[in-house]
Nanobody, 126 residues
Framework: QIQLVESGGGSVQPGGSLKLSCEVF????????LAWFRQSTFNEREGVAA????????HYDDSIKGRFAISRDTAKNTVYLQMNSLKPEDTALYYC???????????????????WGQGIQVTVSS
């Protein structure tokens, strides 16, 4: 069983940048799909981006393509979400999630991920 701990959230003005980190505790040698989700007050939890632990697969939601980038550092067992050109609508609680195996075509569905971090707040406001 692995555990996930997010860090790096906070408040930023529109157009600014933040980098979220998700440290993975446990053995991921079998291969995991690691994803970032977000949930705002009046919306359902939605998939933002996903990456396989091998780095061979990455997926992005259309709403953040070109602005966000997901990456991983295997030496540090950490997944990152670099967020640029942030907008007020990016304000949400951001979660890191993990599922054993490949990132398949349903990576954006939260019900496919059994393991979650505690969530971290990102606020974009002037």
């Amino acid at each position: 069983q692995i555990q996930l701990v997010e860090s790096g959230g906070g408040s930023v003005q529109p157009g600014g940048s933040l980098k979220l980190s998700c440290e993975v505790f446990g053995n991921t040698k079998s291969g995991y799909c690691l994803a970032w989700f977000r949930q705002s007050t009046f919306n359902e939890r939605e998939g933002v981006a996903a990456i396989h632990t091998s780095g061979a697969q990455t997926h992005y939601d259309d709403s953040i393509k070109g602005r966000f980038a997901i990456s991983r550092d295997t030496a540090k067992n950490t997944v990152y979400l670099q967020m640029n050109s942030l907008k007020p609508e990016d304000t949400a609680l951001y979660y890191c999630a993990a599922d054993r195996g490949l990132c398949n075509g349903r990576w954006f569905r939260p019900e496919n991920f059994p393991t979650w971090g505690q969530g971290i707040q990102v606020t974009v406001s002037s």
